[in-house]
């Protein structure tokens, strides 16, 4: 019973992680979307190549997630 119970609990801290990850996913693609956003807006060469260099950052950050996750 106490060894259910313990691949139970395991399973649950699983599904949470993985649902840690995920919304850690989507706030890192909505930070995607405000530097491409701010990109659009800006005429700056220097900001743009900035946001341009965090999105490749973030998008990095975001691939390492999702192979953590399908692993």
Same mark, same amino acid.
């Given at each position: 019973m106490?060894?259910?119970?313990?691949? *139970?609990?395991?399973?649950v801290?699983?599904?949470k992680t993985q649902e840690q990850?995920?919304?850690?996913?989507?706030?890192?693609? *909505?930070?995607t979307n405000l530097l491409? *956003?701010?990109m659009k807006n800006s005429t700056d060469p220097e900001?743009?190549?900035d946001c341009i260099k965090s999105i490749f950052k973030i998008q990095r950050e975001?691939?390492?997630l999702q192979w953590v996750l399908e692993g």
């Open positions: 106490a060894k259910e119970y313990e691949k *139970n609990w395991e399973r801290e699983l599904m990850i995920c919304q850690k996913i989507k706030e890192l693609k *909505n930070d491409k *956003n701010m900001i743009k190549f975001i691939r390492l």
